[in-house]
């Protein structure tokens, strides 16, 4: 099976704050890599897919980089409704594993 | 508009048995794959199980193979999970997924039901 391992598994910030979420798979997945945000009580959400495409609707401060085994997720300026936990996830191979995820606090 | 809804959730006693339904709706539910994914309390995503198209292709965690089956009714446009032999580390929120490609093996879930919680305890 294929890990993923997300870090850091949590982050304090401020608002405007530029945060980086990192995800590394434990062999190579090519560009088979999602980005979920999910708020207390919800379902996750598809923010990217691909690695780096952001999916319909997403505010385009979300961007995503990497291919291979290391990837990113990159919020420009956060803002308060970014405060959530978000999941990296490999689609590639089954089992479909996800990152043990990253809380986003506000500091 | 897509819309995925989960019924079937509820208390169980530890070796019982429950059956999962996600009623789809403003997609053509033939086809896309489709998964389901779990939440314990306060945890991570965990992956369940997955069924192609057809159902032809079926997989699942290790954690749940040999006690779930996962098929789906196309005619219907529902996607099923049975659960047998449950156990307290099986409670959590199930929410059904839908792929992003179609016609794909691969690929993200792009859109997630609202989930329902099955808890096992006596």
């Known amino acids: 099976d294929i890990q993923m391992t997300q870090s850091p598994s949590s982050v304090s910030a401020s608002v405007g704050d530029r945060v980086t979420i990192t995800c590394r798979a434990s062999?190579?997945?090519?560009?088979?890599l999602g980005w979920y945000q999910q708020k207390p009580g919800r379902a996750p959400k598809l923010l990217i897919y691909?690695?780096?495409s952001l999916q319909s609707g997403v505010p385009s401060r979300f961007s995503g980089s990497g291919s291979g085994t290391e990837f990113t997720l990159t919020i420009s300026s956060l803002q308060p409704e970014d405060f959530a936990t978000y999941f990296c996830q490999q689609a590639t191979s089954f089992p479909h594993t996800f990152g043990g995820g990253t809380k986003v606090e506000i500091k | 508009e897509v819309q995925l809804l989960e019924s079937g959730g509820g208390l169980v006693q530890p070796g019982g048995s429950l059956r999962l339904s996600c009623a789809a709706s403003g997609f053509t539910f033939s086809s896309y794959a489709m998964n389901w994914v779990r939440q314990a309390p306060g945890k991570g995503l965990e992956w369940v199980s997955g069924i192609s198209t057809t159902g032809a292709m079926i997989h699942y965690a290790d954690s749940v193979k040999g006690r779930f089956t996962i098929s789906r009714d196309n005619s219907k446009s529902t996607l099923y999970l049975q659960m047998n032999s449950l156990r307290a580390d099986d409670t959590a929120i199930y929410y059904c997924?839908?792929?992003?490609?179609?016609?794909?093996?691969?690929?993200?879930?792009?859109?997630w039901g609202q989930g329902t919680l099955v808890t096992v305890s006596s």
């Open positions: 691909a690695a780096s």
């Open positions: 997924a839908k792929k992003r490609l179609q016609y794909n093996w691969n690929g993200e879930f792009d859109d």
């Open positions: 062999q190579d997945i090519s560009n088979w």
